[in-house]
């Protein structure tokens, strides 16, 4: 099987703290993948202006969505524009002044593998798009059908 150490049984060409840090990296792989509401991890194989107001999201099963460039903005999902909650205190967000530029997309960075970050023509550009929150804010005909 393998030696002894202060407890822990090293297997031949295996390190205990190598395995460790595998058999997490697994268990947070398959809590985050069963943790969502479908069991179907979605990604967005392309992503475009369609127009100078809405933003086309093409999806790895076909889906193509359809979000407007305000509701993206008016549903920025960080905590400067939706709130945050820390030790179970909630602080919700300052109002905030209407800028110029707020509707006007500037540029989308990939985020990893699972988000995008996209930059406003007002400056801001803290919110982190997870691809299940895009699916859920689509606009096309089949989607609001749903709601």
């Not at 398959?30 to 479908?38: A, V």
């Amino acid at each position: 099987m393998g030696e002894r150490h202060n407890g822990i049984v090293e297997v031949t060409g295996s390190s205990p703290v190598r395995s460790t840090k595998r058999t997490i990296r697994m268990i947070v792989l398959f809590l985050y993948k069963f943790s969502k509401k479908s069991e179907v991890f979605l990604i967005a194989s392309k992503i475009k202006l369609s127009s100078p107001l809405e933003l086309s999201i093409l999806w790895d099963d076909e889906h193509a969505s359809i979000i407007s460039l305000h509701t993206l903005r008016d549903h920025c999902p960080c905590a400067g524009c939706q709130g945050e909650t820390v030790l179970l205190k909630t602080y919700k967000p300052e109002p905030k002044p209407q800028l110029p530029g707020k509707y006007n997309l500037i540029g989308i960075q990939q985020v990893g593998h699972y988000a995008i970050q996209i930059s406003w023509g007002d400056n801001h550009s803290t919110g982190i798009y997870t691809w299940d929150y895009l699916r859920n804010l689509c606009e096309c005909s089949s989607c609001l059908k749903r709601e």
